[in-house]
């Protein structure tokens, strides 16, 4: 039977299960925190950034989350150096220019502090440089694309928290903790009937839980 992991991914950790030997390993990686064989990232999340990851053992189900071109949404709250105008707002919902071209349409808005867990290490804080937070939902998957977006719009990204992926939240879950994804029968059914030629209908999945 397939299975479905939410985990959630603290600051530092390698979206990986193993690491290649690369400057300062070994590393934190994925296997540090779950313990269940056969399954693999169902897309990134870079190891200077925090949040919702999702883990799965089923191919076709794996594609349909992080191949770029069915256009999955995926919610970020970022923390962002400055005070955030309604013009960078504006901007972000409307596309920016990166090296790499304009981006899809945003939507972004201004919000207060969550109640999140805490990062570790703390976000180096400076009494003369406030700060803000932003919500921020893209359907791209480019590298590193919140922090380039938030930077080209002149408020460089502190703090990145991806929130959710489609209707899967990490809502619930403590850092570095994971839990089984329900209804994966449901689950595939909802993702198979809900795209329509490589568009996510609606920008959502189903009400499916999980």
């Known amino acids: ?4 992991i939410l ?7 390698l979206p990986q299960f193993t690491d290649t030997g690369t400057a300062g390993s070994p590393r934190p990686t994925l ?10 990232p169902a897309g990134r999340l870079d190891m200077d950034s925090e949040g919702l990851m999702l883990l799965t053992d089923d191919g076709r189900l794996q594609a349909r989350i992080s191949d770029p071109k069915y256009k999955m949404p995926k919610t970020y709250l970022v923390q962002v150096e400055g005070e955030v105008t309604e013009e960078a707002l504006a901007a972000l919902r409307k596309g920016v220019r990166l090296k790499d071209g304009v981006t899809l349409p ?4 201004r919000i207060a502090e969550p109640q999140i867990w ?6 180096r804080f400076r009494k003369t440089v406030p700060d803000c937070w932003v919500k921020l939902t893209i359907n791209e998957g480019r590298n590193r694309q919140v922090r380039r977006m938030t ?5 460089p990204t502190l703090r990145l928290v991806r929130w959710s992926v489609g209707d899967w939240a990490v809502e619930g879950l403590g850092q570095s903790g994971w839990r089984e994804g329900r209804d994966l029968a449901g689950i595939r059914a909802c993702l198979w009937w809900g795209w329509s030629d490589g568009i996510f209908r609606n ?3 189903c009400n499916y839980g999980g």
């Open 1 to 4: 039977m397939s299975r479905l």
């Open 106 to 109: 945003a939507e972004a808005e």
């Open 203 to 205: 920008g959502r999945i």
């Open 118 to 123: 805490p990062r570790n290490p703390p976000v």
């Open 31 to 40: 296997s540090d925190y779950v313990d269940v064989p056969g399954v693999y």
């Open 7 to 13: 985990f959630n991914k603290p600051y530092g950790v």
């Open 151 to 155: 930077a080209a719009v002149g408020f």
